[in-house]
């Protein structure tokens, strides 16, 4: 059972296994000194930043700080990212989020309730 917010979301480990590959890739390429297969891994490692980053914006990341307990499962997307995230440099980059101000929350979205969201996945 979890006791605090872990960060674990579907965009950092989607970003992660991307660039995990890429990483692998651009080191063939260093060890068969081969220019275009490391390269071929820095733009792998590339997409990965890129579909983390749109995960993100889909909901599928986590804002800065700590989330709410109802939405500490690895599931659960983000109702506030269509609003963006105070703080967020992926809000920003993508424009969102550009009327609010520091600390002042985003409308609220409808949640889940926490007892629908299992805690560990041996349940």
Do not use: N
Not at 31 to 60: K, Q
């Amino acid at each position: 059972m979890s006791l605090y917010d872990e960060g674990h979301t579907i965009a950092g480990w989607t970003g992660f296994g991307i660039a995990a590959v890429g990483s692998a890739v651009i080191g063939w390429g260093v060890c068969a000194a081969s220019l275009p297969l490391a390269a071929g891994g820095l733009a792998v490692t590339a997409v990965s930043v890129l579909v983390t980053w749109t995960l993100h914006l889909a909901g599928w990341g986590k804002p800065p700080g700590v989330r709410p307990r109802g939405q500490w499962g690895m599931r659960v997307r983000d109702p506030q990212a269509r609003a963006g995230h105070a703080g967020c440099v992926s809000c920003r980059l993508a424009g969102r989020g550009r009327g609010r101000r520091a600390g002042v929350p985003a409308p609220a979205a409808e949640t889940i309730p926490a007892e629908s969201i299992p805690l560990s996945p041996i349940e």
